[in-house]
């Protein structure tokens, strides 16, 4: 069974650091796409950034582009978001979701693509 398991949330103040993990167990997934999306209260899901199974390959929403960094550990099967600079409008619970299709040649910004999802982790920056 494949799971996906976020973990590093919690309550900052603006402009201070988090570092999200996503560890994916029942397969592995470097020869996947993996993203982290968020979703604040009533709000819709957002994508935030995506890493391919190619080194160096990731996208970013601009919104957090020169502060958030997407990055991987295959050998434990890990993704990693860190994040600089938080502001308020930063809060969300973030999600980790990975793609099933291996040697994709596109990073997908739309969750509708990613078929695996973790139960995600709040983040809240206060001002």
């Known amino acids: 069974q494949v799971q996906l398991v976020e973990s590093g949330g919690g309550l900052v103040q603006a402009g201070d650091s988090l570092r999200l993990s996503c560890a994916a167990s029942?397969?592995?997934?470097?020869?996947?796409?993996m993203a982290w999306f968020r979703q604040a209260p009533g709000q819709e899901r957002e994508f935030v950034a995506a890493?391919?199974?190619?080194?160096?390959?990731?996208t970013y929403v601009d919104s957090v582009k020169g502060r958030f960094t997407i990055s991987r550990d295959n050998a434990k099967n890990t993704v990693y978001l860190q994040m600089n600079s938080l502001k308020p409008e930063d809060t969300a619970n973030y999600y980790c979701?990975?793609?099933?299709?291996?040697?994709?040649?596109?990073?997908?910004?739309?969750?509708?693509?990613?078929?695996?999802w973790g139960q995600g982790t709040q983040v809240t920056v206060s001002s």
């Open positions: 890493t391919g199974w190619r080194a160096g390959w990731t």
């Open positions: 029942g397969r592995t997934f470097r020869r996947n796409a």
């Open positions: 979701p990975a793609d099933d299709t291996t040697w994709s040649v596109t990073l997908w910004t739309e969750d509708s693509e990613y078929e695996y």
